[in-house]
């Protein structure tokens, strides 16, 4: 299969719908992109892993690749290898303890955090990115270094206060009854942190 390497360029809020985010992948060899649409919490886990910002309890990705330390189980690579109706598909090519290869199938935004956390290459089918690729550069983002995978306004704080700016601002925009709904999940994952945020916002709209 004929493949792109891939780099994150950029995330950020997309138009609709209103919970939604854009994550930008950029071919890393070239200036086209491709613009995936990711839901909130799979935004804060790639700005986690980009920014190397602690977290107090681990996320969703953060156990999943612990549980693989803890098996020996290694991930290589990510390839995005199929695209239906606006959804793109992923598979994480895996090596268990004995040296034996295999793949799980992923959302790409669940596979290149913990590709980040890894520090192994990403891709994208050829076909698939030639066909779905765009050569103008959103005005979210312009890109001036390789190594600056964020360059918005967002994200321009200090490394401490780019995950939580990012996520307070997102809350603004919620209105009560999301709030109220993400507070619920928060709370049953056990991400407490995020629950307080949550509730904070929600007090002071009384």
């Avoid at 839901?39 to 999943?64: D, K």
């Avoid at 935004?109 to 192994?120: G, P, Q, T, Y």
């Avoid at 700016?165 to 056990?190: C, D, H, P, R, W």
């Amino acid at each position: 299969m004929d493949k792109i390497e891939l780099m994150v360029a950029d995330i950020h809020a997309a138009t609709q719908p209103s919970e939604a985010f854009s994550l930008i992948l950029k071919e890393k060899e070239g200036d086209r992109y491709v613009p995936v649409i990711i839901g909130m919490s799979e935004a804060r886990a790639i700005l986690v892993e980009l920014n190397q910002s602690p977290t107090h309890r681990p996320l969703t990705h953060e156990l999943f690749a612990s549980i693989c330390d803890h098996f020996r189980c290694q991930l290589l690579e990510v390839n995005i290898v199929h695209y239906e109706n606006g959804v793109y598909f992923a598979d994480m090519v895996m090596k268990n303890a004995d040296g034996t290869t295999f793949t799980i199938d992923s959302r790409p935004s669940d596979a290149i955090a913990l590709a980040l956390k890894a520090k192994v290459s990403f891709y994208m089918n050829a076909d698939i990115f030639n066909t779905n690729s765009l050569q103008d550069q959103p005005e979210e983002f312009e890109e001036e270094d390789d190594d600056e995978y964020l360059s918005n306004d967002l994200l321009e704080t200090a490394p401490e206060e780019q995950n939580d700016a990012f996520i307070e601002q997102k809350l603004l925009e919620m209105s009560n009854m999301e709030l109220e709904t993400l507070l619920e999940g928060a709370v049953a994952s056990e991400d407490f942190e995020l629950a307080e945020k949550i509730q904070q916002e929600l007090d002071r709209r009384k």
